[in-house]
Nanobody, 116 residues
Framework: QVQLVESGGGLVQPGGSLRLSCAAS????????MRWFRQAPGKEREFVAL????????NYADSVKGRFTISRDNAKQTVYLQMNSLKPEDTGVYYC?????????WGQGTQVTVSS
C-alpha cells in the first residue's frame, strides 16, 4: 500500500532553515509527481512545491520561490524540502502528497513553527 512519512519539522527562529523529508513506499517512486502542501491554523491547505521524480522538473508557489528547494533521491524513495529564510507566515503543518491511479495519498504531516 502507498505510504508517505514526513519528518524534519520543528521550531525555528525567523531567518532560520529546516529540511523536511518524505519517505515513500508502495508505488513507482521514480515515475511520480511528488508535492508538498502546508496548512496554517484556520486556513486552507495550500500548494508549496512539486517535483517530477523522473525528470527532476520542479515548480513552486510564488510565496516560497527563491527560499525553498524541493529535491528527490530516487534510490532512497525520498523527497526533500529545504526551507531557508523562514518567516512566521511559513508556520503550519507540512504534508507530502502523491496521486497514484487517480487516488490522492497524503502523509500524516510534520509541524513547522517559525517564531522568535
Amino acid at each position: 500500500q502507498v505510504q508517505l512519512v514526513e519528518s524534519g519539522g520543528g521550531l525555528v527562529q525567523p531567518g532560520g532553515s529546516l529540511r523536511l523529508s518524505c519517505a515513500a513506499s508502495g508505488f513507482s517512486f521514480s515515475n511520480a509527481v511528488m508535492r508538498w502542501f502546508r496548512q496554517a491554523p484556520g486556513k486552507e491547505r495550500e500548494f508549496v512545491a512539486l517535483i517530477v521524480t523522473f525528470s527532476g522538473f520542479t515548480n513552486y508557489a510564488d510565496s516560497v520561490k527563491g527560499r525553498f528547494t524541493i529535491s528527490r533521491d530516487n534510490a532512497k524513495q525520498t523527497v526533500y524540502l529545504q526551507m531557508n529564510s523562514l518567516k512566521p507566515e511559513d508556520t503550519g503543518v507540512y504534508y507530502c502528497k502523491v496521486t497514484v491511479q487517480l487516488r490522492d495519498y497524503w502523509g500524516q504531516g510534520t509541524q513547522v513553527t517559525v517564531s522568535s
